[in-house]
């Protein structure tokens, strides 16, 4: 339950627990470290040696920072993924298995390495150098069989995160998806950024999804409108609720129907915006999937994104779900409907 206050800031009540907590979320995606360097992170060539303030080593890939959120949020949550047998494998499921995601269905692949990315951090900024190594290795029959293991287990939910990384699978996730949804599973698509630049296979995918989270950067990518908020329209049109990272500013979403949900951001000052968009998309599911309006969701999500920079790496400050659903943060949010 959510209260308007006559300054528009909205509060969110804590609903009591019930069974669609139990409720679990598979993630599909990228599972890889991040080496995240800090200071004077712009490269001069010529042999000429930098000296950095920090390095760390942490968990990394959309998809593993994502269920890395959920289960900060006390949601059960399956990760499908690919590794290699080295130690960054083993270092990455090592941790996330510590944090109470499920890694039984992270492949480990003996002829390919473990994904690295070096994330040259700038405190608001960021630039990434990925080596994909196992990333793209998932197969169709991983799937599937993700599917088929986990009917048992409470599934209902299906999350797909950074589509780009995963070009062998995207020719078989329209069917995949749709069958999800045919056997009672609410789908999304977290695409990330794409390093071709060419954002190709959405289209396919959009009729069968139930949220798209893109930031406001590929929501113009990804609906061919350089005004983020039509572009995201034209989107929603499609399928997808779709909720629009933007940062600082906050965040909005727009439904099928063109109402809109719109929630501003807070000041403060980033330590480091790794992973702040996969936080948001583990709260926003969390609460979306609980049936929590979406205005109330976007709240959570925005404030979950915003913890997240405040710390080093994707993971070191995920909240968990007391701190953004008891005491949440006084946000301006609006509902409106799309003229």
């Known amino acids: 339950m959510h209260t308007v206050g006559h300054d528009g800031a909205v509060s969110v009540d804590q609903e009591p627990a019930s069974g669609a907590r139990a409720a679990r979320v598979l993630v599909v995606g990228d599972a890889n470290p991040d080496l995240v360097l800090t200071g004077d992170v712009v490269p001069r060539f010529s042999q000429v040696e930098q000296l950095l303030d920090d390095a760390s080593l942490v968990i990394g890939g959309s998809a593993s920072i994502t269920a890395h959120g959920l289960a900060r949020l006390g949601r059960p949550v399956s990760l499908l993924a690919a590794v290699g047998d080295d130690h960054f494998g083993r270092f990455l499921t090592g941790r996330l298995e510590e944090a109470g995601v499920d890694v039984r269905r992270v492949a480990v692949r003996r002829d390919l390495p473990t994904g690295l990315t070096v994330a040259l951090n700038r405190g608001a900024d960021r630039a990434m150098l990925t080596l994909p190594g196992a990333l793209d290795s998932l197969t169709e029959q991983e799937l599937y069989g993700a599917l088929d293991d986990l009917g048992t287990e409470g599934l209902r939910h299906v999350h797909v995160a950074s589509l780009f990384l995963l070009p ?14 045919t056997r009672g599973l609410t789908t999304s698509l977290d695409t990330n950024g794409d390093p071709s ?12 999804l139930d949220v798209l989270l893109p930031n406001r950067a590929e929501a113009v990518a990804l609906g061919g409108d350089d005004d983020p908020r039509l ?9 997808p609720l779709t909720v629009v990272k933007d940062g600082p500013a906050g965040a909005w979403a727009v439904a099928g129907d063109g109402e809109v949900a719109e929630v501003g951001g807070t000041p403060l000052r980033a330590v480091d915006t790794t992973g702040a968009g996969d936080t948001f998309d583990a709260a926003f599911l969390d609460a979306w999937l609980d049936g929590v309006p979406v205005s109330d969701a976007l709240v959570r999500a925005v404030a979950a994104g915003a913890r997240s920079v405040g710390a080093v790496g994707g993971t070191a400050g995920q909240p968990t779900r007391d701190q953004i659903v008891v005491n949440p943060p006084r946000l301006s949010t609006s509902v409106r409907r799309q003229p």
């Open 231 to 239: 572009a995201a329209a034209g989107l929603a049109a499609r399928g």
């Open 197 to 208: 630049e060419t954002w190709l296979g959405v289209d396919a995918l959009l009729p069968h």
């Open 168 to 181: 062998s699978l995207v020719p078989c996730l329209p069917a995949f998806l749709a069958h999800a949804r």
